[in-house]
C-alpha cells in the first residue's frame, strides 16, 4: 500500500522483546510511524481481509475481527500490550480492543523480525514496512521468504506478495 515512510535506522533498545507498549505515541515511535502513517498501514490490511470488526473468517474459521487475527496473534499482542488475552467474544465485540490488538500484534511481528531475521534487520526502515505486511500470513512465512527469496503462501494458497499488493484473500 503507498505508505510514505521516512528512511530511519531501525530502533534501538525500545524495540527489544519483553518491553511492554504503554500507549499508542508508543508503539508508533518503536514502528517509526505517524498515525496518519499508521492508519493507511492498517487499512491497507483491513481491505485486503476484507472483514468486520465482528467477523470471523480464514482457514477455518479460526481468524478474528477486522484485522482477522488467530490465536497466537491474540496472544503475542496481549504479552505486548501487558493486557490478559481477551476471550474470542470480548475481542469480536470491541472494535476499540481490535485497534489496539493490531498495533500489539504488528509491534510483537517487527520485534521477531527484528531479533531473528538478518535479511529484515540489513533493511532500511522503509523496506521493513514495506514487507512487514506480509507476516499477516505467517511470521515464519516471511522470515522464510526473506531467507530463501521463494514466495510463501497461506493455507488458502494465497502469496504473502497479495498483502502488500493489496490483493483480497479468499
Known amino acids: 500500500f503507498p505508505v510514505t515512510i521516512p528512511k530511519t535506522k531501525p530502533p534501538g533498545p525500545q524495540g527489544s522483546p519483553g518491553v511492554q507498549i ?3 505515541a508508543q508503539g508508533l515511535a518503536e514502528l517509526g510511524l505517524s498515525q496518519k502513517e499508521w492508519d493507511v498501514y492498517k487499512q491497507g490490511i483491513a481491505d485486503v481481509e476484507g ?4 467477523q470471523m473468517g480464514g482457514a477455518g474459521g479460526r481468524f478474528a475481527g477486522r484485522y482477522q487475527m488467530g490465536d497466537e496473534a491474540l496472544t503475542e499482542a496481549a504479552k505486548v500490550l501487558g493486557i490478559p488475552k481477551p476471550s474470542r467474544q470480548e475481542f469480536l465485540n470491541n472494535p476499540q480492543l481490535q485497534e489496539k490488538m493490531y498495533m500489539g500484534y504488528t509491534i510483537s511481528n517487527f520485534r521477531y523480525m527484528q531479533s531473528l531475521s ?3 534487520k540489513n533493511m532500511t526502515r522503509e523496506q521493513q514496512l514495506a514487507v ?5 500470513l505467517g511470521i515464519g512465512n516471511l522470515a522464510e521468504q526473506l531467507r ?3 514466495i510463501s503462501k497461506d493455507a488458502w494458497g494465497t502469496p504473502t506478495a497479495n498483502i502488500v499488493t493489496g490483493k483480497q484473500i479468499g
Do not use: I, V
Open 22 to 24: 504503554k500507549d499508542d
Open 51 to 54: 472483514a468486520a470488526y465482528t
Open 118 to 120: 538478518p535479511e529484515f
Open 132 to 136: 512487514l505486511p506480509m507476516a499477516q
Open 148 to 150: 530463501t527469496g521463494k
